[in-house]
C-alpha cells in the first residue's frame, strides 16, 4: 500500500513537471509560431502592459476612467492634467463589465478616486469577455487572485490555457520575459496615466450607410457586473458616471436599441450618452473609425466633457 502511494505521488510530480515544462517549451515556440491554440498576446494591442504596469505605482487620483478601446483612446489624460485633475485611465482592449470589475476591485484602495467614469458600450455588454480576460491575464506582471477569480468567473478553455502559461511563465521568469515600453507602434503612443494617442490621422472611406442592428441579448452576467462596479465605487466613497463616448452618427444611429439601452442605464446611476448631444462632431474630421476618435476629436470631446459635465464634481 505503501508502495502504490508513493507511486502515485511520483507519477503526480512528474506530470506536473512534464507541464510545466510542456507550457514553457509550447508558449515561447508559439509565440513565433502564432498559432490559435494557446493565445498570449505580450504588450497588448493597445500598449496594456505598461499601462498595468504604471498603475501599480500610482495613488490617490481625481478620476479613474474604465472601459474598452473607448475609454483608453478616448480620453487623453494629458488634457485632464492640463485642467488640474489627477487622473489614471485602465482601459483595455475590448474590456467588458467583468473584466472592469476584478481591475476596480485589485485598484480602487490604492488609487482612492474620487469621480469614476465608465464607459458602457453595447457591444461589451454582449461578450462573453475572451479577448480582454486573455488581453489583461497576459499582461500583468503581478497574477493575484483577481485574475483567477475572473478566469473562473468567464469558464473559457482558452482564458485558462492563457492564465496557466502565464502563472508558470511570470514563476519562473519574473520581469525578464518582456520589457516596458513607450515607443510608437502602428502610429499609436502611449501616453504616461494610460491613454494611447492616434498620432497619424487615417483617411477611412467611411460607409455612409450602415445595415440596421437588431435589439441584442444584453448578457445578464455584464449586466450584474455593472451593478457591482456601481455598489465597489459607492463604498468606496467615489462617484461613478457611466458614459457612452462619441460614435459615428451613421453607425450609432444603425442600433435599433439605442433608446432602450439609454433607459437601461439611466435606472442603475448617473449616465450621460455624449451621442445625444451636440458636440460639432464630424465624421470624416473627428472619428478615424467607425466608432474610435481621431485626436482632434478626442480634444473637443474632452474638454466639453469637462467644461459641461464636470465643472460642479471638480475636486
Known amino acids: 500500500m505503501k508502495k502504490f502511494i508513493l507511486k502515485i505521488i511520483f507519477v503526480s510530480l512528474f506530470s506536473i513537471c512534464i507541464t510545466i515544462v510542456g507550457l514553457l517549451l509550447y508558449g515561447n515556440l508559439n509565440y513565433y509560431l502564432k498559432t490559435s491554440f494557446l493565445k498570449y498576446p505580450i504588450g497588448g494591442y493597445g ?33 485632464f492634467r492640463n485642467f488640474g485633475y489627477n487622473v489614471f ?7 467588458t463589465p467583468i473584466q472592469t470589475k476584478y481591475l476596480l476591485k485589485k485598484h480602487i484602495k490604492q488609487l482612492n478616486p474620487k469621480i469614476i ?56 521568469f519574473q520581469e525578464d520575459y518582456f520589457e516596458k515600453t513607450y515607443k510608437i507602434h502602428d502610429n499609436d503612443k502611449y501616453v504616461i496615466g494610460g491613454f494611447v494617442e492616434k498620432l497619424a490621422f487615417v483617411d477611412h472611406k467611411f460607409q455612409s450607410v450602415f ?5 441584442n441579448q444584453l448578457s445578464k452576467k455584464q449586466l450584474s457586473a455593472i451593478d457591482e462596479i456601481i455598489n465597489i465605487s459607492k463604498s468606496n466613497n467615489a462617484e461613478i458616471i457611466l458614459v457612452n463616448t462619441p ?32 458636440l460639432s462632431l464630424n465624421d470624416t474630421i473627428h472619428f ?11 480634444e473637443l470631446f474632452n474638454k466639453f466633457l469637462i467644461e459641461k459635465k464636470l465643472n460642479f464634481s471638480k475636486p
Open 47 to 79: 500598449h496594456t502592459y505598461s499601462r498595468l504596469d504604471e498603475v501599480e505605482h500610482v495613488k490617490n487620483i481625481d478620476i479613474l476612467f474604465l472601459g474598452s478601446s473607448h475609454t483608453y483612446r478616448g480620453f487623453d489624460t494629458r488634457i
Open 89 to 95: 485611465n485602465l482601459g483595455s482592449s475590448a474590456q
Open 117 to 172: 467614469i465608465f464607459d458602457v458600450y453595447h457591444k461589451t455588454l454582449s461578450s462573453k469577455g475572451v479577448e480582454s480576460a486573455i488581453d489583461i491575464i497576459s499582461n500583468t506582471k503581478n497574477l493575484s487572485l483577481y485574475e483567477l477569480k475572473m478566469s473562473l468567473e468567464i469558464c473559457d478553455i482558452d482564458v485558462f490555457k492563457t492564465f496557466c502559461f502565464a502563472v508558470v511563465k511570470k514563476f519562473f
Open 211 to 215: 445595415p440596421k442592428i437588431p435589439e
Open 247 to 278: 460614435l459615428n452618427k451613421q453607425y450609432n444611429t444603425s442600433y435599433e436599441f439605442n433608446n432602450y439601452f439609454d433607459s437601461l442605464m439611466n435606472t442603475k446611476t448617473e449616465y450621460i450618452n455624449f451621442n445625444n448631444l451636440n
Open 288 to 298: 478615424y473609425d467607425k466608432d474610435h476618435l481621431s485626436q482632434k476629436g478626442v
